[in-house]
């Protein structure tokens, strides 16, 4: 008997599970729903059960004899988007955010995907408990995309409440071909900050702009300027992005409001990078508003704070020996990106190695035409209103990559 054994009975429910998931997303903290059908599916297949770890976080742990211990690790959350993939079974849920706002909801990073990935996972295992000898404890985390579960997790007592793992395993889906996987060691995604910046001026009439400080046109100055950290103080070997992705001022044409938000993502590998980013960021939004004669100083808040993945030299190399021997050809190489996870607090917090890797769940046919065309960059990535992976062979992949590495530590 082998780990993958009657794996294909098990798939159908896979795929529906994560076709439900999809049409059903949840904000980040509040995935009530899906953590009650994933601890669902943990105890049917014979797992003690944990549940509301971390707000919502679930854990099932399976004894099966001596032997090393895995933990395995899928993420929950949703988005705040509206969902455009046109699938069938396309999300039109809205939920409220935590500031009491209404917004639609859609799984448009493939969180979904992760939670049915782990579910068949589970449940294959309990399944062919003849095939491995160990614990595995299966670990579906609340707040990936806040940057907020893993520690919440960690914070209500997860280290102590569960056996400690020999190595933390966990995979994304990726806006690569369906059926390919990939990982490396030392750094897989970037360090990233995400910063919410309050200007202040002095609101008027517009058609008085003179009796104003105008937080618009220091806000515009401050995004233009703030193009310039990257582009101007970091060194072409020192790779960082930093993205305005929100600014907001003001309720209606002809008043001049008193103040602007800028909310900003920086991301980056290196530390001394990140630390010297950090204080130009600083400096310019403090030098813009002096320069603008503002009020009073900003106010900078940091919202997000995310850690560089780093993966264990020698557990991936174990993991990439095992997927060789699975996938072959369909392990490709792979740099670090930079989207960014707080996957490795787990490790951290348990003082065990981790691995982290990407599996692909684009149509293969699509890539390769866009490939082909020069069109990669029109393809819905992750955070797109339109993504949405491909059930086929992305669901079975994905399956098969985490009995796969866990087997590398699990079999006898």
Known sequence: MTLFEGLDDLLPDARELYTDLHAHPELSMQEHRTAGL???????????????????????????????????????????????????????????????????????????MHVAWLAAGAA???????????????????GEEIGAGAQAMVDDGLVDRVPTP??????????????????RPGTVTSASDVWRIRLFGRGAHGSMPEASIDPVVLAAWTVLRLQTVVSRELGMNEPAVL???MLQAGAKENVIPDEAVIGLNLRCYDEGVRARAQAAIRRIVAAEAEASGAPRPPEITPVETYRPTENDEAATGRVLDAFRSRF???????????????????????????????VGG????????????????????????????VLDPTVRTGVEALLTAAGAWLAP
Request: aromatic share 6%; net charge negative; glycine share 12%.
């Open 124 to 142: 294959q295992l309990a399944a062919r408990r003849d095939a491995w000898s160990g614990t595995v404890v299966a670990v579906f985390q609340p």
């Open 362 to 389: 684009t149509d293969p046919d699509a890539y390769a035409a866009a490939e082909r065309d020069g069109r990669l960059t029109e393809l819905p990535t992750n955070h797109s209103p339109a993504f949405a992976p």
């Open 166 to 183: 020999d190595v933390v395993l966990g995979q994304h889906v990726m806006p690569v071909p369906a059926g390919v996987v990939s990982t």
């Open 243 to 245: 993205t305005v992705g």
């Open 38 to 112: 994933a601890a669902e599916r943990l105890a049917g297949a014979g797992f003690e059960v944990l549940t509301g770890i971390g707000t919502t976080g679930v854990v099932g742990v399976l004894r099966n004899g001596d032997g090393p211990t895995v933990a395995l690790r899928a993420d929950m959350d949703a988005l705040p988007v509206r969902e455009a993939s046109g699938v069938p079974w396309a999300s039109t849920a809205t939920a409220t955010d935590d500031e009491g706002r209404e917004t639609p909801v859609a799984h448009a990073c493939g969180h979904d």
């Open 328 to 358: 072959g050809d369909d392990v490709v190489p792979m740099g670090p990106t930079s989207a960014s996870e707080d996957f490795g607090v787990l490790g951290a917090a348990w003082g065990a190695p981790s691995v982290f890797w990407f």
